[in-house]
Every structure is written in structure tokens, then in C-alpha cells.
Nanobody
Framework: QLQLVESGGGLVQPGGSLRLSCVASGLTLANVAIAWFRQAPGKEREGVLCISSSDVRTYYADSVKGRFTISRDNAKNTVYLQMNSLKPEDTADYYC????????????????WGQGRQVTVSS
């Protein structure tokens, strides 16, 4: 019954911004770490950014530092990924994933996954 539902994303030109949302149901967001992973065409899925239950942020992709931020709103049971200064190489399917308390870059250690959202950065 635990579920992560993603929204947002879409098509944007280079330099633009997009926001992804991940709404958690069936679990208490305050006890959960939420990470964002992405998979570009022909590439392996990679960790992007994570926020722990204690609000510690961890970047797993150096290329997004200074451009992507993660935040949480426990009252809304929602985690956001704000993506600014987007580049064509950011084009990918983006997934939120949850596990208890602590962040990790290892996708196999996350128990719950969103359905994925497309982000396309193109002129």
C-alpha cells in the first residue's frame, strides 16, 4: 500500500527550469529518505540527489551541483526536485525512491519507487 506518485517534468529548452514532485502515501515522510535517480537513453540508471529523514542532502551526480535542489514538505508528504539551468544531458526518465532514514547511492537499497517522469531538454 506504500506508494510514491510522481508529477511534473516535461519538455524545456536549455537553460530553463522544471520541477518534479514525489508524493508519498502509506508512509510517514518524516521517517524516510527520498532520492532521485535518472536514466538517460542508452545509459545506466544513476543517482542524482537525496534528502534524508533529518534533511541531510547528498549529491550523487557532480554535474547537477549548483543547478538541482531537493526539498521536502512533510505536511504535504511531498519531496520536490527543482531543476534549474537545464542542459540537454539532463534528458532522462527521473524516478523518486524511498527507504527509511538514510540516503544511499545504491538503487538496490531503496524499497519503494515512483513510476518515473520524462524530462526532455531540447531546443
Amino acid at each position: 500500500q506504500l506508494q510514491l506518485v510522481e508529477s511534473g517534468g516535461g519538455l524545456v529548452q536549455p537553460g530553463g527550469s522544471l520541477r518534479l514532485s514525489c508524493v508519498a502515501s502509506g508512509l510517514t515522510l518524516a521517517n524516510v529518505a527520498i532520492a532521485w535517480f535518472r536514466q538517460a537513453p542508452g545509459k545506466e540508471r544513476e543517482g542524482v540527489l537525496c534528502i534524508s529523514s533529518s534533511d541531510v542532502r547528498t549529491y550523487y551526480a557532480d554535474s547537477v551541483k549548483g543547478r538541482f535542489t531537493i526539498s521536502r514538505d512533510n505536511a504535504k508528504n511531498t519531496v520536490y526536485l527543482q531543476m534549474n539551468s537545464l542542459k540537454p544531458e539532463d534528458t532522462a526518465d527521473y524516478y523518486c525512491a524511498a527507504r527509511y532514514y538514510y540516503c544511499t547511492g545504491s538503487q538496490g537499497l531503496y524499497n519503494y519507487w515512483g513510476q518515473g517522469r520524462q524530462v526532455t531538454v531540447s531546443s
